[in-house]
């Protein structure tokens, strides 16, 4: 059973700034996960072409479960507003992703609010640079899923930049999938180094490796932790990468898992 995260950077490639769906599909398909959980997403996006990269990401890894939970209705760092409800379904949007190739038998979604502050952050690709930007609002998004260890609660998210409010949105993070079953993991980039994430929740990293910045990783925002509680279903980790991939400022994170029930 291969687990994975990767944040998209939106299918951007660093080297011409342009977003192709062949592009994006080689990066995803090359996993080989069987459930994967992406962060910033796009929808219906001028900047990626409009492409809806949840279902092409699907669709590259032959997945029959997935779905798109969006954070924003707008675009990042442009016009923009928080996700609601009733906002209009057809414009931008932009958010995380959860596929599996194993069916779901229940989904539950989280909001985790934004820091009510603007901070620094680092803007990649052509032109990029720091720039003082207002925090997005966060979800966490879950699953129970029916994998060869059984049933098994898996979730991603992307948490904030801001110092302080990404350990408070990972609080509540791990508050809500307590009322999941076990095992649970917890997949995504939570924007922690991956000492502060294995302390703050005393879950156990499935693998530890730079994922930051892609060219030439220096430290680990991305991560897959599992909650020690059944965590034995899950089996042993018998291998971890982070490919280099055609798009993003991410490398991905894929842990390859030998469950019990599976040997």
């Given at each position: 059973?291969?687990?994975?995260?990767?944040?998209?950077?939106?299918?951007?490639?660093?080297?011409?700034?342009?977003?192709?769906?062949?592009?994006?599909?080689?990066?995803?398909?090359?996993?080989?996960?069987?459930?994967?959980?992406?962060?910033?997403?796009?929808?219906?996006?001028?900047?990626?072409?409009?492409?809806?990269?949840?279902?092409?990401?699907?669709d590259a890894l032959g997945a029959r479960?997935?779905?798109?939970?969006?954070?924003?209705?707008?675009?990042?760092?442009?016009?923009?507003?928080?996700?609601?409800?009733?906002?209009?379904?057809?414009?931008?949007?932009?958010?995380?992703?959860?596929?599996?190739?194993?069916?779901?038998?229940?989904?539950?979604?989280?909001?985790?609010?934004?820091?009510?502050?603007?901070?620094?952050?680092?803007?990649?690709?052509?032109?990029?640079?720091?720039?003082?930007?207002?925090?997005?609002?966060?979800?966490?998004?879950?699953?129970?899923?029916?994998?060869?260890?059984?049933?098994?609660?898996?979730?991603?998210?992307?948490?904030?930049?801001?110092?302080?409010?990404?350990?408070?949105?990972?609080?509540?993070?791990?508050?809500?999938?307590?009322?999941?079953?076990?095992?649970?993991?917890?997949?995504?980039?939570?924007?922690?180094?991956?000492?502060?994430?294995?302390?703050?929740?005393?879950?156990?990293?499935?693998?530890?490796?730079?994922?930051?910045?892609?060219?030439?990783?220096?430290?680990?925002?991305?991560?897959?932790?599992?909650?020690?509680?059944?965590?034995?279903?899950?089996?042993?980790?018998?291998?971890?990468?982070?490919?280099?991939?055609?798009?993003?400022?991410?490398?991905?994170?894929?842990?390859?898992?030998?469950?019990?029930?599976?040997?």
């Amino acid at each position: 059973m291969r687990l994975a995260t990767f944040n998209l950077l939106h299918g951007q490639s660093l080297s011409d700034g342009t977003v192709h769906a062949d592009r994006v599909a080689a990066a995803v398909a090359g996993l080989g996960a069987d459930v994967l959980g992406l962060q910033e997403v796009d929808r219906a996006q001028p900047r990626s072409a409009g492409l809806d990269l949840t279902a092409l990401a699907a669709d590259a890894l032959g997945a029959r479960t997935h779905r798109f939970a969006a954070t924003i209705a707008g675009t990042p760092g442009q016009q923009w507003q928080p996700w609601r409800g009733d906002t209009d379904d057809t414009g931008p949007q932009y958010g995380i992703a959860l596929i599996s190739r194993y069916p779901a038998h229940h989904w539950q979604l989280t909001r985790l609010p934004a820091a009510p502050l603007r901070a620094p952050v680092w803007v990649p690709g052509p032109g990029g640079g720091p720039v003082l930007a207002r925090d997005e609002p966060r979800v966490l998004l879950a699953a129970v899923l029916d994998t060869p260890a059984g049933p098994v609660t898996v979730a991603t998210t992307h948490l904030s930049f801001v110092p302080g409010w990404n350990l408070r949105q990972l609080r509540a993070a791990v508050r809500a999938l307590r009322a999941l079953p076990a095992p649970r993991v917890l997949l995504g980039d939570l924007n922690l180094p991956a000492g502060a994430a294995r302390a703050l929740t005393g879950w156990r990293p499935l693998g530890r490796a730079a994922t930051y910045p892609s060219a030439g990783p220096r430290i680990q925002l991305d991560h897959a932790l599992a909650d020690r509680h059944g965590a034995d279903r899950l089996g042993p980790v018998v291998q971890v990468r982070t490919p280099a991939a055609p798009v993003s400022d991410h490398r991905p994170l894929v842990v390859h898992l030998d469950p019990p029930h599976g040997r």
